[in-house]
T-cell receptor, first 113, second 116 residues
Framework: AQTVTQSQPEMSVQEAETVTLSCTYD???????LFWYKQPPSRQMILVIR??????QNATENRFSVNFQKAAKSFSLKISDSQLGDAAMYFC??????????FGGGTRLMVKP | NAGVMQNPRHLVRRRGQEARLRCSPM?????VYWYRQLPEEGLKFMVY????????ESGMPKERFSAEFPKEGPSILRIQQVVRGDSAAYFC??????????????FGNGTRLTVT
C-alpha cells in the first residue's frame, strides 16, 4: 500500500518570503502522479500543482513549484513571494491506477504580515 | 459549469439516527469518490463508484456505511445508526473517464457531519 508522509505539522513564513513544504511517499509503482492540494478554512480542496512521475522536469504554476526527487521519493512544494491568502492546510497526495488519491496528514501554513 | 455539488453543507444527527450525504458530480464526470476527513487529519479514501457500480470500497467500514451512484440522480453516502466517532467532514470528488490516468479529482466543499 502506498503511504504519504508530511513531516511538518505547521510551518510559518513572513509575507513575501519563500517557504518549502516537505512530502515523502512510499510506493513500488513506477508510473504514478503526485499532487499538492490547498485547503483554506472554507474547507474547499483546491488543486495547487500536479506532477507526472515519468517527467523529470519539475512542475511550476506561477509562484508554486515542486522539487521532485523520484529516487528519494520526495515531492516538496516551494511557495515564492508568500501572500496572506496562501495561509491554509496543504496536502500532498499520490495517485495511481483508478485515479484514487492517497493523502498525507497535511501541513498548516501560517503567513505573517 | 457547476462544480461538484454536495449537500447538505452541515448535518447534525443524534446517535442512532441515519445520515444521508448527497453528491452530484461535475457535468460529464461518471466517476465518484468519497473521502472522510477527521479533525486535523488528511482525507482518507472510502469508496469509488461509477454509475450503478461500486468499483472499490476498500476504505469503507464494513458495517453501517453504504454508498450508491444510481443511473439517475446523485451519489449517496449513507451512514446508519451514527455514533460520535462518525463526526467528520465527508468529501465527494469526481473525475471524467479513467484510463489515461492522472486526471485531477475535482472536490466538492464537503459535508460536515456532527453526531450529538
Amino acid at each position: 500500500a502506498q503511504t504519504v508522509t508530511q513531516s511538518q505539522p505547521e510551518m510559518s513564513v513572513q509575507e513575501a518570503e519563500t517557504v518549502t513544504l516537505s512530502c515523502t511517499y512510499d510506493t513500488s509503482e513506477s508510473d504514478y502522479y503526485l499532487f499538492w492540494y490547498k485547503q483554506p478554512p472554507s474547507r474547499q480542496m483546491i488543486l495547487v500543482i500536479r506532477q507526472e512521475a515519468y517527467k523529470q522536469q519539475n512542475a511550476t504554476e506561477n509562484r508554486f513549484s515542486v522539487n521532485f526527487q523520484k529516487a528519494a521519493k520526495s515531492f516538496s512544494l516551494k511557495i515564492s513571494d508568500s501572500q496572506l491568502g496562501d495561509a491554509a492546510m496543504y496536502f500532498c497526495a499520490y495517485m495511481t491506477a483508478g485515479n484514487m488519491l492517497t493523502f498525507g496528514g497535511g501541513t498548516r501554513l501560517m503567513v505573517k504580515p | 459549469n457547476a462544480g461538484v455539488m454536495q449537500n447538505p453543507r452541515h448535518l447534525v444527527r443524534r446517535r442512532g439516527q441515519e445520515a444521508r450525504l448527497r453528491c452530484s458530480p461535475m457535468k460529464g464526470h461518471s466517476h465518484v469518490y468519497w473521502y472522510r476527513q477527521l479533525p486535523e487529519e488528511g482525507l482518507k479514501f472510502m469508496v469509488y463508484l461509477q454509475k450503478e457500480n461500486i468499483i472499490d470500497e476498500s476504505g469503507m467500514p464494513k458495517e453501517r456505511f453504504s454508498a450508491e451512484f444510481p443511473k439517475e440522480g446523485p451519489s449517496i453516502l449513507r451512514i446508519q445508526q451514527v455514533v460520535r466517532g462518525d463526526s467528520a467532514a465527508y468529501f465527494c470528488a469526481s473525475s471524467p473517464v479513467v484510463g489515461t490516468g492522472g486526471s485531477p479529482l475535482h472536490f466538492g466543499n464537503g459535508t460536515r457531519l456532527t453526531v450529538t
